[in-house]
């Protein structure tokens, strides 16, 4: 089958119910995508579908044929880091490797779609993505950054 992954098409050939998250991993090498609870629960292994995000740990491959895979990569594919991810770093909003590509990835979905710097609705985007050891305080305070940013 075939899959665009972050603009590129790509061939898989493996069993249809791969989940995907093991098809970026293993077939792609795209290992920017994490694992965490592996339930559809966490967040971690968020990547955009058609620029939504979604849980690839519950998404079988064949789910994708056809469609648009965006993964963490696909935010700074040279040298520069996109504005989010520096604003991520100018924050200090970049927590483990783990949770931070899907956090990152939900929070483009919304500045890219033009969502709107009001924090209570940045949380609500940032729901699925579970965190419990650091907090989201710095991950909104960039994303309204970027925001603030992009309208001037
Ligand atoms: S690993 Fe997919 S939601 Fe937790
Ligand atoms: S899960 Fe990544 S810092 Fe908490």
């Known amino acids: 089958m075939k899959i665009s992954v ?3 098409k790509r061939s898989y050939t493996g069993p249809a119910f791969k989940r995907l998250i093991d098809v970026l991993r293993e077939d792609f090498g ?18 955009l579908l058609d620029g939504r995000p979604v849980a690839s740990c519950l998404i079988p491959v064949e789910h994708a ?6 993964t963490v990569e696909s935010l700074a594919p040279g040298k520069a880091l996109n504005p989010l991810q520096k604003s991520f770093l100018e924050e200090a909003a970049s927590q483990c490797g783990i949770c931070t590509p899907g956090v ?18 940045i949380r609500r985007h940032l729901s699925g993505n579970l965190c419990r050891c650091t907090g989201y305080q710095s991950i909104v305070d960039a994303v309204v950054k970027t925001i603030k940013r992009r309208i001037r």
Not at 30 to 47: D, I, Q, S
Not at 104 to 121: E, I, P
Request: hydrophobic content about 30%; glycine content about 20%; aromatic content about 4%.
């Open 104 to 121: 990152l990835l939900t929070a483009w979905s919304w500045v890219r779609a033009g969502g709107s710097a009001d924090r209570q609705a």
């Open 65 to 70: 044929e056809g469609r648009k895979i965006e």
């Open 30 to 47: 795209l290992t920017g995508t994490k694992e965490g609870c592996g339930e559809g629960e966490c967040g971690a292994c968020t990547v």
């Open 6 to 8: 972050n603009g590129r």
